[in-house]
């Protein structure tokens, strides 16, 4: 963090202890919170990154800075082309410039970044999200607030990638460089996808489902998909007084070699002997 960034994040702090106050005539405060939001939408500050030992690292003021932003800023129409929108945020602007390739019916607001070579097709990236290079959101996907997706990776269509905004301390959902996230998977509440993991489509995945080696029958843990592994959803019998009920649980069938590039036309067969592909 730059010394500039360090007066920043105190002022943000500062703000934060007086929000009820705020209002969208503190134009000073709507200053300090717009830099900031910035910071996130040239990709010069994040909202969360990988620390050791795989934890996330989340950077509360800037998660902050979004949540006041709401608080300062009015409901404004902006027109694009035969569109009209009413919101508090603009859309971002000057993608070409950026070496972002945005297809008609996509939109992500202003304090998302996207990194060089993103493609997005008819989606929704939402502020705070970070979306790294030549990753494809593909149609019908949604990034939600702050979530982190990695490089290389592929968010198939109807993806939904979770938002997590509040409390400023919450973990947002992560996805590893080269992961590839099956159509109509669902991955919320801070769940994490390892490094050059694979969903098959269907997939559900958040804090409480459990991920579960298949040849051992290990439950590795909940809601983080190991990196270089290939998951698929599956269901476990568990009893209650009530009778017997199947929850489900993310399986993992194949490990990957680290650094291991997917095949498609492999992969959708490996994924196809259990129904399922992505």
Same mark, same amino acid.
Request: glycine share 12%.
């Given at each position: 963090? #730059? ?7 105190? =002022? ?14 503190? #134009?000073?405060?709507?200053?300090? *919170?717009?830099?900031? *939001? ?17 934890? #996330? ?9 979004? +949540? ?34 945005? *297809? ?21 990236? !939402? ?9 494809? *959101? ?41 992961? &590839? ?8 509440? /801070?769940?994490?996808? /390892?490094?050059? =993991? ?5 997939? &559900?995945? !958040? %804090?409480?489902? %459990?991920?579960?080696?298949? @040849?051992?029958?290990? @439950?590795?843990?909940?809601?983080? &998909? ?5 998951? $698929?959803? =599956?269901?476990?019998?568990? #009893? ?26 492999? +992969?959708?067969? $490996? ?8």
């Amino acid at each position: 963090m #730059t010394d500039g960034q360090t007066d920043l994040r105190r =002022a943000i702090d500062e703000l934060w202890e007086r929000a009820s106050s705020l209002s969208p005539a503190d #134009t000073d405060a709507l200053a300090v *919170v717009t830099e900031a *939001v910035d910071l996130l939408d040239r990709g010069e500050a994040r909202v969360a990154e990988p620390g050791p030992d795989g934890a #996330t690292v989340v950077h509360e003021w800037l998660k902050k800075a979004i +949540l006041l932003l709401f608080r300062l800023r009015s409901v404004e129409p902006e027109s694009v082309g035969p569109f009209e929108f009413a919101d508090k945020l603009p859309l971002k602007h000057d993608l070409a410039k950026q070496g972002v390739r945005v *297809v008609p019916g996509a939109s992500a607001r202003w304090g998302a970044y996207l990194a060089p070579g993103v493609v997005l097709m008819p989606s929704y990236v !939402n502020i705070g999200a970070r979306v790294g290079a030549d990753t494809m *959101v593909d149609t019908w996907a949604t990034v939600g607030s702050c979530a982190q997706i990695g490089a290389r990776v592929h968010l198939s269509g109807g993806v939904g990638i979770g938002g997590v905004l509040e409390p400023p301390n919450a973990v947002p959902v992560m996805v590893g460089d080269d992961a &590839v996230v099956g159509s109509r998977s669902m991955v919320t509440q /801070g769940a994490r996808v /390892g490094e050059g =993991a694979v969903l098959g489509e269907g997939s &559900v995945l !958040n %804090p409480s489902i %459990p991920v579960i080696d298949a @040849e051992s029958g290990e @439950e590795l843990g909940r809601g983080a &998909v190991p990196a270089w592994s290939v998951a $698929v959803p =599956a269901s476990r019998r568990r #009893t209650f007084p009530g009778g017997d009920f199947y929850l489900p649980c993310l399986l993992v069938i194949r490990r990957l070699a680290p650094g291991e590039r997917h095949d498609k036309a492999q +992969l959708n067969a $490996v994924l196809r002997e259990h129904g399922v592909s992505t």
